[in-house]
């Protein structure tokens, strides 16, 4: 009899391991496919909004609040005593801020300017960094001003900001709108950095493949295991089986 229970007691063993082996390779199955269509539709995101770049309008300073990724032209003079830098730049190895310098248009009204990356090296002070004083015409890309920037500490460190904050020109009139123009061609342009922070659709298509690639593994190793577990399964049911003959 006590024979018996204990083959009972690994019968219910092998059955707990069956289950437990389907839900957690189902539930990587799920995960990975699920991520994977996420994937799939970010690229087709991605692609929408690179359009939608490509297809912004060119506007001369413009009165209503331009779309994001519009060609701006402006005319007008920089304030150059009112320049901050974005700091903690690294291009081509070389560590350096972007240059943020307002710019005044012909009918009065105030924007903000990216005009480009200026090297610093390790220094800490502040940049030396050349404006043109007079008239000055110039095109760039337009971005919208955002608050998900990630700041540890505080954003100002003397005319070093960690991430761009109009409020740090409040003593001025406000901006024409609530972004900025980074500058491509025209006076005051520095060495171009800037660029979308957009991931290419073909690597989210490419994360794709991995998730299902990993759903499609989890789905192998399912099957195969699940198949071995459930043969140990039918021969303990078996050996129970001959068990309890053999009592009687």
């Known amino acids: 009899m006590k024979q018996h229970v204990i083959s009972s007691s690994k019968c219910r063993h092998h059955v707990k391991r069956l289950h437990v082996w389907w839900g957690f390779w189902g539930l990587v199955l799920i995960v990975g496919g699920g991520l994977g269509i996420w994937q799939w539709d970010r690229a087709d995101e991605k692609r929408a909004y690179l359009a939608r770049l490509d297809a912004a309008p060119v506007l001369e300073a413009p009165l209503m609040k331009p779309p994001e990724g519009a060609r701006i032209v402006l005319k ?25 310098t ?4 012909e009918d009065g009204r105030l924007w903000l300017i990216q005009r480009g990356f200026f090297p610093t090296g390790p220094s800490r002070a502040e940049p030396k960094v050349d404006t043109p004083t007079g008239t000055v015409r110039i095109s760039g890309q337009w971005q919208p001003a955002h608050d998900d920037a990630l700041v540890f500490g505080s954003n100002q460190e003397g005319r070093r900001l960690q991430s761009i904050d109009l409020a740090t020109w409040s003593s001025l009139p406000a901006f ?27 690597r989210h298509l490419g994360y794709a493949l991995q998730w299902w690639g990993l759903a499609l593994a989890a789905l192998v190793v399912m099957l195969l295991g ?18 309890g003959e053999s009592d009687r």
Do not use: C, M
Not at 176 to 202: F, T
């Open 76 to 100: 007008g003079k920089y304030l150059a005593e009112e320049t901050y830098f974005l700091d903690n730049r690294v291009v081509e190895g070389r560590v350096g801020v972007a240059v943020l």
């Open 102 to 105: 307002p710019l005044r248009g």
């Open 176 to 202: 024409a709108h609530d972004g900025w123009v980074h500058l491509e061609e025209g006076g005051g342009g520095l060495i171009p950095w800037w660029q979308p922070n957009v991931l290419p659709p073909d």
């Open 226 to 243: 699940g198949r071995h577990l459930r043969r140990d399964e039918i021969r303990g049911s078996s050996s129970i089986a001959k068990e």
